[in-house]
């Protein structure tokens, strides 16, 4: 039979019209696929990370505070986190391994309180330090203030979490009451629960103890001391100390009939539990970042 042009040019768009409705039907149903497997990630700067954990926290400024950056800058976008004691050069170097150019660090970065790179004239080894944080990307902030300051003090917290110490923990004090055990077995513990190789120790092995107060990192001798009369614990357990204040004092204590005992764990190793805990504080907050924690370490070698 013989078609007629009008037939056949209706034919041609009828055809021309199902394909690009096929062909729109089939980019729709691909279109979701390809959304799946990119989805989109939120990006934070450090300020960013900075500002939550202020809110978070409920966290007010604190003035003259040593929590600043040490290296890099707050506009910085944060490809992932570690929490640390110490940002020493092995941990610097372990964050980029793992992608993350954003260390949170309790304790100095440069060797002082404020971290002055001016602190000992001709300080080559600060620069150098420098350098390798500029080389990598990488910015640190000092968290010190105000992870002390969070309900609970974080450090403890963290802490008491490690040695299995929570069910006796109360947010107000230091000072907890545990099930009586000896001295020496509440050694074996400390040292099994917290990785330590040594300790050092004033008091007998065989007496019993379940009043203990723990203190960690450096708050001083006369906090020390003033905890020590004012809460009356079985054993003081300290971070570390002068030894020529609060080490007397428990001497002397004891020389005068007194049973109380002395644990010094180390800094590091005293505080490093609570930024692991850290870790699982934070990360909940967010979830589109890697939050990990990397131990510095206790830098000493126990012979």
């Not at 989109?40 to 450090?46: E, G, M, P």
């Not at 990488?138 to 203030?145: A, K, M, N």
């Not at 504080?281 to 979830?287: A, E, G, I, S, V």
């Amino acid at each position: 039979m013989k078609r007629s042009a009008k037939t056949t040019l209706n034919r041609r768009k009828f055809i021309t019209a199902s394909a690009i409705s096929v062909g729109g039907l089939a980019l729709s149903s691909v279109t979701p696929a390809f959304t799946k497997i990119l989805p989109s990630r939120k990006q934070y700067t450090v300020q960013n990370i900075i500002d939550l954990i202020m809110k978070e926290g409920n966290l007010l400024p604190i003035k003259g505070t040593v929590d600043t950056l040490k290296s890099g800058e707050p506009g910085l976008i944060v490809t992932g986190i570690v929490t640390t004691m110490f940002a020493t050069v092995e941990v610097i170097k372990e964050a980029a391994k793992l992608g993350a150019n954003f260390i949170i660090a309790h304790e100095p970065t440069f060797y002082n309180h404020r971290d002055d790179i001016n602190w000992v004239n001709n300080n080559d080894l600060a620069r150098q330090k420098q350098a390798l944080l500029k080389a990598q990307h990488t910015t640190v902030w000092r968290c010190h203030d105000y992870i002390h300051s969070l309900k609970p003090d974080a450090m403890l917290y963290g802490a008491m979490k490690k040695l299995n110490w929570l069910p006796y923990f109360t947010t107000n004090t230091p000072t907890i009451t545990i099930p009586q055990t000896s001295l020496a077995a509440l050694v074996k513990h400390l040292k099994t629960s917290l990785g330590i190789t040594h300790l050092r120790i004033i008091g007998d092995l065989n007496q019993y103890c379940s009043r203990v107060t723990y203190l960690p990192g450096a708050p001083g001798g006369q906090m020390q001391v003033s905890v020590a009369i004012n809460q009356k614990p079985d054993v003081l357990i300290v971070g570390e100390l002068s030894e020529w204040e609060t080490a007397e004092y428990i001497r002397d204590a004891r020389l005068l009939g007194s049973k109380i005992s002395l644990i010094i764990l180390g800094h590091n190793m005293s505080e490093d539990p609570g930024m692991d805990y850290f870790v699982d504080w934070l990360q909940p907050k967010l979830t589109d970042l890697k939050v990990q924690h990397v131990p510095s370490g206790d830098p000493f070698t126990w012979l």
